[in-house]
């Protein structure tokens, strides 16, 4: 008899792929075109929703971690429900208030965001275990993995000093990380620019104090996630909410 202790990550992200085919198509079947002159302003928009929704699953990581508890009620229902107090909060608008042509498209992100907490919501509610790894960075990425197979919306959370090589730069971002990296750059300014047929943008991020655990000092030492803390301080640049997407 042969007993897995630990599941490959080869199986993990088939069992990904597969929940997500399993999932099927439902919402989206109005995956919008953005238009050249309200590129920008999606691009922001959909870097808002991921900001938020790293935001909400950062906060909530005491409650997703707590041994005693079983259902966490972190369900993708209150997770939608949070991202848009938060994007209403960030941004002065409620979603429901912006143009249809980028609110269409701000739903499919809050869309994959929900799948993202639906397909974890095994991890979340298991009892008796602490660290459950759903975190910010896994949030995002997942989110970004499904829209990209379900729209021509591609999200990335990128970095110099990645921990995943999915989130490595290509020559766009390399070369966009190191405007923000220069010391006269404005803090939280995004910047984004048309490249062939695509709209491209990026907006920094900043090492917070909640991130210190995991992302902080001392500089080669094991983060809760088993990994070596990068040595950040509060205020570093840690990398950008990267968002690319074809224009008609
Ligand atoms: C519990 C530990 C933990 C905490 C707290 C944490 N991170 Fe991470 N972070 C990780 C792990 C693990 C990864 C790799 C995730 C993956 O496999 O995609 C990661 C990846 C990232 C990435 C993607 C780039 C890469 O390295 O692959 C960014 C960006 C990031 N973290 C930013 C932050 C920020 C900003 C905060 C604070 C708001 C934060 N993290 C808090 C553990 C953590």
Known sequence: MIFIKKIPASLTAMIFFCTLFALGTSG????????KD???ATARYIAD???AGRGIVAANQGLINDPEKGDKGFTPEKVAEQIRAKFKDMTGKD???LPPEIRGTVEQVINAAKMS????QARINQKGKGFKGYIPAVFGRE?????KGKCNIFIKQTTFKYRNAYNQPDPFEKKVLEKFEQPGYPKGQGFGEFTGNDYRYLRPIYIKKA?????GEPKGSIDPAGRKREGYKV???RGAISVQFPVK
């Open 211 to 215: 991130c210190l655990k995991c992302h």
């Open 38 to 40: 309200k590129a920008e």
């Open 49 to 51: 929703v991921i900001v």
């Open 28 to 35: 989206y079947a109005d995956c919008r075109s953005v238009t």
């Open 117 to 120: 907490v639906q397909m974890n």
């Open 143 to 147: 989110t970004g993995q499904i829209l």
């Open 235 to 237: 205020g570093d640049l």
């Open 95 to 97: 979603i429901s208030e």
